[in-house]
């Protein structure tokens, strides 16, 4: 099993929400906390048993992790992965979504969100993510996994298979909200599926 977390919140109540990638390492804000210790109780509620963590390089990918593992019995120590470092939004990176709209237009940002196509001027490197995702999928896995990461980077779980990608299709979109999480399983005859995607506690 694969569970894959998008970090909490890092822009306050109120505050206008820009486009933060991986030149922005900003950290959770207090209602982000909340959010990610509201996911470790719900994965300890559940049973949840993570034998391997892995997690971006930025700093509110590892807060999240750290406050979800305050909650569990098991304890791995979380793998920084470059792979899962949000992507570069180039000319939009901490500007407005209005502002980005407004630059991209609402095609290219459906784009992005049903598909992965990224928009001109963002650097994404599709093919080292996807590699790095069916590299993941196919490593022997003892015990669950636990995935801490970005808006950006987790929507390439959802591409790197040929049944998980039919199954995108029927989700109304590749985001993950803040605070929220998807599960990828493999059945009984091998194949990867998404029993959930964009849960939140």
């Not at 998008?6 to 390492?25: C, K, L, M, V, Y």
């Not at 808006?151 to 039919?166: H, K």
Request: with cysteine; proline share 7%.
């Amino acid at each position: 099993m694969f569970v894959i977390v998008r970090h909490g919140n890092t822009f306050e109540a109120g505050e206008p929400p820009r486009r933060i990638g991986a030149r922005t390492d900003l950290p959770l804000t207090g209602a982000g906390v909340t959010q990610a210790e509201a996911l470790g109780r719900h994965f300890a509620e559940q049973g949840d048993r993570f034998t391997r963590v892995l997690v971006s390089p930025l700093l509110r990918t590892r807060q999240t992790a750290e406050a979800i593992l305050k909650h569990l019995d098991l304890k791995p120590v979380p793998e920084p992965c470059d792979w899962l470092r949000e992507v570069d939004h180039g000319p939009d990176e901490d500007r407005s979504e209005a502002a980005v709209l407004g630059r991209i237009g609402q095609d290219a940002l459906d784009a992005w969100d049903r598909h992965a196509t990224a928009p001109e001027g963002w650097t994404v490197d599709a093919p080292t993510r996807l590699a790095a995702w069916r590299a993941l999928f196919a490593a022997p896995q003892h015990g669950a996994t636990l995935v801490v990461t970005s808006n950006g980077a987790a929507r390439f779980a959802l591409m790197a298979d040929p049944a998980l990608m039919e199954a995108s299709a029927r989700l109304p979109s590749l985001k993950l909200p803040t605070g929220g999480y998807g599960v990828i399983r493999r059945d009984a005859a091998g194949l990867l599926n998404v029993q959930s995607w964009g849960l939140r506690p």
